[in-house]
């Protein structure tokens, strides 16, 4: 500070709220749970980690790590503990409930994210991530081809089961490309050429596709057509050398308009997609912005060779609070 010279010497320590409660997913029971661990025993809070019932030894294993851990540190090992229930006999609400668990971690559904949220009002700290539905808004594209590959990958990554799975696919009546305007008819058999082309490709097919984690999520798969709209590609078992008994289904591609909002305005987790007709992209980009704000969305896609377009769809997803990568304005894939 000019001819002064000043040393500042800070400390920190941690501040316990109290018991924490970590509650997993079944999809993806380590990834989604350790964030929340690691943050209460950072914190100096101990932590319960409740676990899906249909997930339980994939983080028991890093609970029991975790546990070796503090030992060897001279620390109570309990600090991190398991408490694994089942469907039939749940424990989450009384853990979720008690007086002594001040913070609350959870993934998953959104009907009991909604209750988790509501322990806010007793003075709990409550983090949540909970169900959104994914949109991809198609406009006009440099290479239709490499489009519809890229889309095609997107929804047989672990068969829809990502949070970050794309659902909807708001497309027009017609997509601008370098060698012409394309149908939305010729858009959508493009797109479910190139997942069947996926799915059929011995090398990557089983491999991208995994292993439907639930017996719920293949039944809605399977009772896809029941939603209504068109099929314009139905779902089957993809067999896999390495795991013959895999509970395997391949996407369902259902066709509907922009007047279906009862069927695409919700979650339909899994191999499920759906293409919905709309009159022009700011049809697309309305319904889009709609389901975003209403249900909640992680991300959402983009294919547009205009610039001005993709401002357009950047600002109404970005005031939905909608993440929404730039990276896709080369729109080639």
Not at 146 to 168: E, H
Not at 188 to 205: E, Q, R, S, W, Y
Not at 210 to 228: C, D, F, H, P, S
């Amino acid at each position: 500070m000019g001819k002064i010279s000043v040393k500042l010497q800070k400390s920190f320590r941690p501040v316990p709220k109290g018991l924490g409660l970590v509650i997993g997913c079944s999809t993806f029971p380590v990834w989604n749970s350790l964030p929340g661990i690691y943050a209460d025993l950072i914190t100096g809070n101990p932590v319960i980690v409740k676990p899906h019932a249909r997930a339980v030894l994939p983080i028991a294993i890093v609970v029991a790590a975790i546990q070796q851990v503090l030992e060897e540190n001279g620390q109570d090992p309990y600090t991190c503990q398991l408490a694994a229930d089942s469907t039939n006999q749940p424990i989450t609400k009384a853990l979720c409930e008690h007086p002594d668990v001040h913070l609350i971690d959870y993934t998953g559904g959104s009907a009991f994210g909604n209750y988790v949220e509501s322990l806010a009002s007793q003075g709990k700290t409550v983090f949540t991530e909970k169900a959104g539905v994914n949109s991809v808004i198609i406009d006009s594209v440099q290479d239709i081809d490499a489009v519809m590959q890229n889309l095609a990958f997107s929804v047989s990554l672990y068969s829809g089961q990502m949070c970050t799975a794309p659902q909807n696919f708001f497309i027009p009546e017609t997509v601008k490309t370098p060698n012409g305007t394309l149908s939305f008819d010729e858009v959508a058999k493009k797109f479910t050429d190139a997942v069947t082309a996926l799915v059929n490709n011995p090398k990557m097919g089983a491999g991208t596709l995994g292993a439907v984690q639930n017996e719920t999520t293949l039944q809605r798969a399977r009772e896809a057509a029941k939603l209504g709209g068109k099929v314009l590609l139905e779902g089957a078992p993809v067999s896999s050398e390495e795991f013959a008994g895999a509970r395997t289904w391949s996407p369902v591609v259902v066709e509907v308009s922009a007047n279906d909002s009862g069927i695409f305005q919700q979650e339909l987790f899994g191999p499920v997609v759906l293409l919905v007709k709309t009159q022009n992209t700011d049809e697309s980009i309305r319904l889009a912005r709609e389901m975003a704000s209403s249900h909640g969305a992680i991300t959402c896609g983009a294919y547009a060779t205009d610039e001005v377009v993709m401002d357009k769809i950047a600002d109404a997803m970005n005031s939905a609070f909608t993440p929404f990568p730039s990276t896709l304005r080369a729109s080639s894939g």
